[in-house]
């Protein structure tokens, strides 16, 4: 028996029930993942503006504390990214970029968990069902081709043909049943994930031209703030401490300028005498 008479053995033997089983275990399998991956997204949902409103709000104020207080009671991703450029903000800008681009990583990570399989399974699925659909017309055209049947009696091989080909149609179904769902669930989460990393994006850039933004005097009372716990208030933060501790070097100016003249006036007056 050659390799062509064993392979059409096996089919028949099987049929395309096992295909289907498998399908539905698949499908099973796949609503699912679907289930709680729609949970998943629905327990991180945060109202973006409204972090980034009060984010902005805390570091113009100068009150670090309460904007990692904030961030941290946030469920969303786009804030756990935020809480770890606050960690590293007293390393200066370049260190919470890093740190957040690492954090960002680390959450798409947790969004794209188990959506492998749901791309695998929309992909596949067809073929799957495809596969049962070909045993099927095996079968078929093995009934067709069985001459003793079709002499006992003249329904019964057309009555196998047509059953076969049925089963053959029903595996086809199944397929594209489990294959679209499947498809259609992965490129909504895959929406969602796009949606959620442009929104990360946005909100590190707020802290990101917030600490950039900062003089080196300022930025070293920040660092000094996160690295304590220490909230600062406005007029009597990091801030004002800042200024306060390093006066503007055009004050300084502005108070030399005096003496300077006085100096030239005596000068001037001695010059006169002498002549």
Same mark, same amino acid.
Not at 20 to 49: H, K, V
Not at 220 to 249: D, F, I, M, Q
């Given at each position: 028996?050659?390799?062509?008479?064993?392979?059409?053995?096996?089919?028949? !033997?099987?049929? @395309?029930?096992?295909? &289907?089983?498998?399908?539905? #275990? *698949?499908?099973?399998?796949? $609503?699912?993942?679907? %289930?709680?991956?729609?949970?998943?997204?629905?327990?991180?949902?945060?109202?973006?503006?409204?972090?980034?409103?009060?984010?902005?709000?805390?570091?113009?104020?100068?009150?670090?504390?309460?904007?990692?207080?904030?961030?941290?009671?946030?469920?969303?991703?786009?804030?756990?990214?935020?809480?770890?450029?606050?960690?590293?903000?007293?390393?200066? !800008?370049?260190? @919470?970029?890093?740190? &957040?681009?690492?954090?960002? #990583? *680390?959450?798409?990570?947790? $969004?794209?968990?188990? %959506?492998?399989?749901?791309?695998?399974?929309?992909?596949?699925?067809?073929?799957?069902?495809?596969?049962?659909?070909?045993?099927?017309?095996?079968?078929?055209?093995?009934?067709?081709?069985?001459?003793?049947?079709?002499?006992?009696?003249?329904?019964?091989?057309?009555?196998?043909?047509?059953?076969?080909?049925?089963?053959?149609?029903?595996?086809? !179904?199944?397929?594209?049943?489990?294959?679209?769902?499947?498809?259609? #669930?992965?490129?909504?989460?895959?929406?969602?994930?796009?949606?959620?990393?442009?929104?990360?994006?946005?909100?590190?850039?707020?802290?990101?031209?917030?600490?950039?933004?900062?003089?080196?005097?300022?930025?070293?009372?920040?660092?000094?703030?996160?690295?304590?716990?220490?909230?600062?208030?406005?007029?009597?933060?990091?801030?004002?401490?800042?200024?306060?501790?390093?006066?503007?070097?055009?004050?300084?100016?502005?108070?030399?300028?005096?003496?300077?003249?006085?100096?030239?006036?005596?000068?001037?007056?001695?010059?006169?005498?002498?002549?």
């Amino acid at each position: 028996m050659n390799i062509v008479a064993k392979s059409k053995a096996v089919m028949l !033997a099987m049929g @395309a029930s096992p295909v &289907m089983y498998l399908m539905i #275990a *698949l499908s099973i399998l796949s $609503l699912a993942i679907i %289930l709680e991956r729609a949970y998943f997204f629905y327990s991180i949902r945060d109202d973006l503006e409204v972090l980034a409103r009060e984010l902005a709000r805390s570091l113009r104020k100068g009150d670090y504390e309460e904007a990692k207080k904030r961030m941290e009671a946030s469920p969303s991703a786009e804030a756990a990214v935020v809480v770890a450029g606050l960690v590293e903000s007293d390393r200066g !800008a370049e260190a @919470a970029e890093e740190a &957040m681009a690492g954090a960002t #990583a *680390l959450q798409r990570m947790k $969004l794209e968990r188990r %959506l492998a399989y749901l791309g695998t399974l929309g992909n596949n699925a067809p073929f799957i069902g495809l596969f049962g659909t070909v045993i099927g017309i095996i079968q078929a055209f093995e009934h067709l081709g069985d001459k003793s049947a079709a002499a006992a009696t003249g329904s019964a091989a057309p009555a196998a043909v047509m059953s076969s080909i049925a089963e053959a149609l029903v595996a086809t !179904a199944i397929g594209l049943a489990v294959a679209i769902p499947a498809v259609a #669930a992965y490129n909504f989460f895959q929406r969602m994930i796009k949606s959620t990393v442009t929104n990360t994006d946005a909100l590190t850039r707020v802290l990101l031209a917030h600490l950039k933004g900062l003089g080196e005097d300022e930025a070293l009372a920040v660092a000094s703030a996160v690295k304590h716990g220490r909230a600062s208030t406005p007029g009597h933060g990091a801030h004002s401490e800042a200024r306060k501790s390093n006066p503007p070097k055009t004050k300084a100016k502005s108070e030399e300028e005096p003496a300077e003249k006085a100096e030239k006036k005596k000068s001037d007056a001695h010059d006169e005498e002498e002549g």
